[in-house]
């Protein structure tokens, strides 16, 4: 099993840039692809994006290519998630995610995921 804890959430103004972190804590020489996804009030959570335990393989939702970047430190067991040009409709609990996988380049699809952290509260105000 793997525990993860996000930080990092905070107010930001539209427009602005926020950077979250998750620490992962799993089994000894276990590889887990991590995940970012959020949930804002009122509607199913959904994906953002995912990284390979590599980190050479990356997966975006279209509604945040091009201004949101995951990124990985597997030396310190964390996983980022750099959100730039944030906008208040962004404004929700995000959820770093986990899935153990067996292939360092595998990208898990986002219904596979199936650890999570507590979450973090981003509020984008306009």
């Known amino acids: 099993q793997v525990q993860l804890v996000e930080s990092g959430g905070g107010l930001v103004q539209a427009g602005g840039s926020l950077r979250l972190s998750c620490a992962a804590s799993?089994?000894?020489?276990?590889?887990?692809?991590m995940a970012w996804f959020r949930q804002a009030p009122g509607k199913d959570r959904e994906f953002v994006a995912a990284?390979?335990?590599?980190?050479?393989?990356?997966t975006y939702a279209d509604s945040v290519k091009g201004r949101f970047t995951i990124s990985r430190d597997n030396s310190k067991n964390t996983v980022d998630l750099q959100m730039n040009s944030l906008e208040a409709a962004e404004t929700a609990v995000y959820y770093c995610?986990?899935?153990?996988?067996?292939?360092?380049?595998?990208?898990?699809?986002?219904?596979?995921?199936?650890?999570w952290g507590q979450g973090t509260q981003v509020t984008v105000s306009s």
């Open positions: 995610a986990a899935r153990l996988v067996y292939r360092s380049d595998y990208v898990p699809g986002p219904p596979d995921f199936n650890s």
């Open positions: 990284i390979s335990w590599s980190g050479g393989a990356t």
């Open positions: 799993g089994r000894p020489f276990a590889k887990y692809a």
